[in-house]
């Protein structure tokens, strides 16, 4: 990757040439970057609310959220044991029998003190007892009666298997930081501090809408050479996981004056527009001419497979008091939506969204069987992932991997993600994946 690349339209780069995945993702990662800073001169405040933790799955703190309170908010034990003074420890292998005075409980703590050779029973998550900093768990005593346990006293340091007050958080510290795309144990984790709601950015508007003479709404008939349109649906999906507002704008007609309209429709209502159809060679040059009074869109070739024509860019602000519109024309081809919206989309509306982690995770499994591969583009091949019988983790492609197959998603549980450069792949080499689940 050596020149930057440009979103524009008229950058002959981009029309000719095949663009690498990751060229294409930097361009889209600086273009959302660019519309942060202006929106960000323009206002703020509006750009967070308050919520209620039951609201806030997949939304996207807009500030630290610091802890009111220590935690743990007092010493206390981690295990079930006996709780004593480790002053008493020698450290040696001799038997130390000690008496118990008491019982200490979570949640109902022993008030008294111990004093020498004594200790109290305790239980994990109860308040250590005062002139107590040792536990030593249940399973290291020797003997136990009622009243006495005998332990050997190197089995246990002074201060183990003690939760110290604020190990956790401390008061005033961010326990969860600005930027986080908020998932249950955040939810927990604010619950376990006595917040009960949370500053997130306000949802990303996403309008959709899918270009074709031939698709057809669900409910209808199928003419000959009709079929329906199933990615607004598979597009509502994925960005149903991202918890932001949908705007459906249905299905839209080859022709200029409905386009049109349908987009200045959209750029009026939405931050980001997803298109899907119209941008492959024979369509484009229909959709370019729209383009370039609406806004600055570069139309892609991008070495990818499948997924590789694609329009990207922004719409201008429809009157003086909006603001620009991302646009993202996917490719029509149902596999190439869904695998260019986990390319690309997904983390150009987190980005968007203020969130501080957009890549996905990748991991690595065997494949079962050989992968055939050209250099000179990337690949997402649809997968199931498993385990062998040796444990490790494998993969096996599902199945026919034309564009159009929609079976082949769903069928399968990750992409294997064939590198620019990769030639032919064996069976028995190792494969980068991501998975679907847990992507969002
Ligand atoms: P296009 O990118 O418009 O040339 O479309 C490529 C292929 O995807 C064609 O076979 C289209 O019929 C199909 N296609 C386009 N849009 C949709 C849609 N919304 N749902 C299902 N298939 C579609
Ligand atoms: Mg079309």
Redesign the pocket.
């Known amino acids: 990757m050596t020149e930057p690349i440009k979103h524009s339209p008229n950058n002959p780069i981009l029309l000719t040439a095949s663009l690498h995945v990751d060229e294409a993702r930097k361009a889209i990662s600086d273009l959302v970057n660019e519309l942060l800073l202006e929106s960000r001169k323009l206002n703020n405040a509006s750009d967070i609310e308050l919520v209620t933790l039951d609201q806030a799955i997949n939304r996207i703190l807009a500030e630290d959220l610091l802890s009111p309170i220590d935690v743990p908010a007092a010493d206390n034990s981690a295990m079930d044991g006996f709780a004593l003074n480790g002053n008493c420890l020698g450290g040696s292998q001799d038997l130390m029998t000690l008496k118990i005075i008491g019982t200490a409980y979570a949640g109902k703590p022993y008030e008294g003190a111990i004093g020498p050779g004594e200790c109290l029973k305790i239980m994990t998550g109860a308040l250590m007892p005062n002139g107590c900093d040792t536990v030593i768990p249940q399973e290291f005593t020797e003997s136990a009666s009622e009243s006495t346990i005998g332990f050997k006293q190197n089995q246990v340091k002074r201060g183990e298997n003690r939760r110290l007050r604020g190990e956790d958080l401390q008061s005033g510290r961010a326990a969860i930081a600005a930027g986080r795309l908020l998932r249950p144990s955040d939810l927990g984790l604010a619950a376990s501090l006595g917040i009960a709601s949370l500053k997130v950015h306000r949802k990303l508007k996403v309008a959709i809408l899918?270009?074709?003479d031939?698709?057809r709404s669900l409910g209808q008939s199928l003419d000959p050479g009709s079929?329906?349109?199933?990615?607004?649906y598979s597009l509502t999906g994925l960005l149903n996981r991202l918890n932001l507002e949908i705007i459906d704008c249905g299905?839209v007609h080859?022709d200029p004056a409905s386009l049109k309209a349908a987009f200045v429709d959209a750029a009026s209502k939405a931050d980001v527009l997803i298109s899907?159809?119209?941008?492959?060679v024979?369509?484009a040059d229909f959709t370019k001419q729209i383009m370039q009074e609406l806004g600055d869109v570069g139309f892609w070739k991008i070495a990818m497979r499948p997924g590789r024509?694609m329009a990207f860019g922004m719409l201008k602000p429809v009157d003086e008091s909006g603001s620009k519109t991302l646009f993202f024309g996917?490719?029509?081809?149902?596999v190439?939506?869904m695998v260019t919206f986990y390319q690309f989309v997904r983390s150009a509306l987190l980005q968007l969204n203020g969130a501080s982690q957009t890549e996905q995770l990748m991991t690595q499994a065997i494949t079962e069987a050989p992968i055939r591969k050209k250099p000179g583009r990337t690949e997402f091949q649809r997968a199931i992932m498993g385990r062998g019988s040796d444990g490790k983790p494998t993969v096996k492609l599902t199945g026919s991997q034309g564009?159009?197959i929609?079976r082949s998603m769903s069928e399968a549980n990750c992409f294997v993600i064939l590198p620019h450069d990769q030639g032919n792949i064996e069976a028995g080499d190792w494969v980068d994946v991501a998975l679907f689940d847990g992507l969002l």
Not at 227 to 232: A, E, L, Q
Not at 330 to 334: A, Q, R, T, V
């Open positions: 899918s270009s074709g031939e698709l079929i329906y349109d199933s990615n607004r299905i080859d899907s159809g119209g941008v492959s024979g369509e024509p996917l490719p029509g081809n149902p190439a939506v564009a159009g929609l």
